[in-house]
T-cell receptor, first 115, second 113 residues
C-alpha cells in the first residue's frame, strides 16, 4: 500500500491554458473523490466516482472542469481555459465502500497557480 | 448541508490535553462525525470517527453528546508534532451523499514547548 499518489505536485500555468492532474488511488479502493482547497479553508467537494462511474458533481464544478476515471483505476481532473480563481490545492482521496464508516485517504495534492 | 463551526485557532503546551469542539447544529440523522489532521503541503489524514457517545482510539477520543449538535476531539498529552490544522467533517458517508458531507474551516492547533 503506497497511499494515494497525485501528480504533479505543483503546476504553474498562464490564464487561458488547459491543465490536467492525475490521481492514483490505493489499489483496492473503489471510491475516488476530488476536492479543492484554498488557503485557510477546508476542502470543498468537487466530484466523486464509484469505480468508473461519476456519481456526483458539485455545482462548483463548472463546464470548464471535467474528471474521468477510466476502468475504475486512476483518475484525471482537467481544467480548461484556466482562470486566476482556479488557483488552489486540488486534493484527491480514495476509500472503500462502507456506508457510515468511510475513511478518506488523501493524496498530497496538486498546487495550481494561475498567473 | 450541515453548517460546521470550529474555533479558528488554539494554543497549547507540550504534555497538556487539548479539546477542540465542533458545532454542527443541523446535523442530520444519518450523519457521522469525522476528524482529520492536516500538515502543511499534505492532504488531510483520518484521526477518528463517531456517531454518538464516546469513541476512543490510539491517538484521540471523540465525545458526542446526546443531541449530537456538537462534538469534541480530545488529544491527550500533545507534543510539538501535533501542531497542525484539525478539520471536523459531518456527513452521510452512504453511497449517494458524498457531496453533502461538509468540512469545517479547520482549527489551527499550535503546541508550544
Amino acid at each position: 500500500d503506497t497511499g494515494v499518489s497525485q501528480n504533479p505536485r505543483h503546476k504553474i500555468t498562464k490564464r487561458g491554458q488547459n491543465v490536467t492532474f492525475r490521481c492514483d488511488p490505493i489499489s483496492e479502493h473503489n471510491r475516488l473523490y476530488w476536492y479543492r482547497q484554498t488557503l485557510g479553508q477546508g476542502p470543498e467537494f468537487l466530484t466523486y466516482f464509484q469505480n468508473e462511474a461519476q456519481l456526483e458533481k458539485s455545482r462548483l464544478l463548472s463546464d470548464r472542469f471535467s474528471a474521468e476515471r477510466p476502468k475504475g483505476s486512476f483518475s484525471t481532473l482537467e481544467i480548461q481555459r484556466t482562470e486566476q480563481g482556479d488557483s488552489a490545492m486540488y486534493l484527491c482521496a480514495s476509500s472503500t465502500e462502507g456506508a457510515g464508516r468511510e475513511k478518506l485517504f488523501f493524496g498530497s495534492g496538486t498546487q495550481l497557480s494561475v498567473l | 448541508l450541515a453548517k460546521i463551526t470550529q474555533p479558528i485557532s488554539m494554543d497549547s503546551y507540550e504534555g497538556q490535553e487539548v479539546n477542540i469542539t465542533c458545532s454542527h447544529n443541523n446535523i442530520a440523522t444519518n450523519d457521522y462525525i469525522t476528524w482529520y489532521q492536516q500538515f502543511p503541503s499534505q492532504g488531510p489524514r483520518f484521526i477518528i470517527q463517531g456517531y454518538k457517545t464516546k469513541v476512543t482510539n490510539e491517538v484521540a477520543s471523540l465525545f458526542i453528546p446526546a443531541d449530537r449538535k456538537s462534538s469534541t476531539l480530545s488529544l491527550p498529552r500533545v507534543s510539538l508534532s501535533d501542531t497542525a490544522v484539525y478539520y471536523c467533517l459531518v456527513g452521510d458517508r452512504g453511497n449517494t451523499n458524498a457531496g453533502k458531507s461538509t468540512f469545517g474551516d479547520g482549527t489551527t492547533l499550535t503546541v508550544k514547548p
